[in-house]
């Protein structure tokens, strides 16, 4: 059974600061998502990963997996105030459509 | 774009009452998925379909049950509410397996059991 767990739960940073959440997993997936989720409002699509080494960016946002260690990461630069949302990783087992999400990090810019 | 349209934003029934939420996608999507999403748990899935009239548990089937006679429409139904499942649901739909897309979230219902 896959298990996903993401780190740290809550995040507080400065504008214009770095930093990175973790997500990692417990047995083999084969591909990571990555969501964001404002206040009251539902799950948007950051991210799919798909194969050992892949890195994605957008923006201030980027994203990488790396299989052999079971651990994504989403790694933020240059905090801004808009960036201020929970984010959740999510992975599926082998042909199977299922998702298991993390606890989700709750990331809060602060100016 | 993908359209997910859950019927209620807000939701307050009794317990004891039985509860439909209604999920409805317009991308033809093969899967959908009920979840519900509860402070310091996530996301958890409740059921799943890959098509019409099929239905698959998920990770917390035990009160609910689901709908799918057509393929653009998902129900969950609550058989007899009780307060433990207050929460937010979920509806997402993804197109058929093997097509590295993410699943598309409606923007839920908050429903309160009292």
């Known amino acids: 059974e896959l298990k996903v767990e993401q780190n740290p739960l809550f995040l507080s940073m400065q504008e214009g600061k770095n930093y990175t959440i973790y997500c990692n997993y417990s047995?083999?997936?084969?591909?990571l998502y990555w969501y964001r989720q404002d206040p009251g409002k539902s799950l948007e699509s950051l991210f799919v990963?798909?194969?050992?080494?892949a890195v994605k960016q957008e923006g201030r946002l980027m994203a990488s997996l790396d299989t052999k260690a079971r651990l994504s990461t989403l790694h933020i630069t240059a905090a801004v105030h808009d960036l201020s949302a929970t984010y959740f990783c999510?992975?599926?087992?082998?042909?199977?459509?299922?998702?298991?999400f993390g606890t989700g990090t709750r990331l809060t810019i602060i100016p | 774009d993908v359209k997910v349209t859950q019927s209620s934003r807000y939701l307050v029934k009794r317990t004891g009452e039985k509860v439909f939420l209604e999920c409805v996608q317009d991308?033809?999507?093969?899967?959908m998925f009920w979840y519900r999403q509860d402070p310091g748990l996530g996301l958890r899935l409740i059921y799943f379909?890959?098509?019409?009239?099929?239905?698959e548990k998920g990770d917390i089937p035990e009160g609910y049950s689901v709908s799918r006679e057509k393929k653009e429409r998902f129900s969950l139904i609550l058989e007899s509410a009780s307060t433990n499942q207050t929460s937010m649901y979920l509806c997402?739909?993804?197109?058929?397996?093997?097509?590295?897309?993410?699943?598309?979230f409606g923007d839920g219902t908050r429903l309160s059991i009292l």
């Open positions: 990963l798909l194969s050992n080494g």
């Open positions: 047995t083999t997936s084969d591909r």
């Open positions: 997402a739909s993804s197109p058929l397996q093997g097509i590295n897309q993410p699943q598309h």
């Open positions: 999510a992975g599926s087992n082998f042909g199977n459509e299922k998702l298991t």
């Open positions: 991308m033809d999507h093969e899967n």
């Open positions: 379909s890959y098509d019409v009239k099929m239905k």
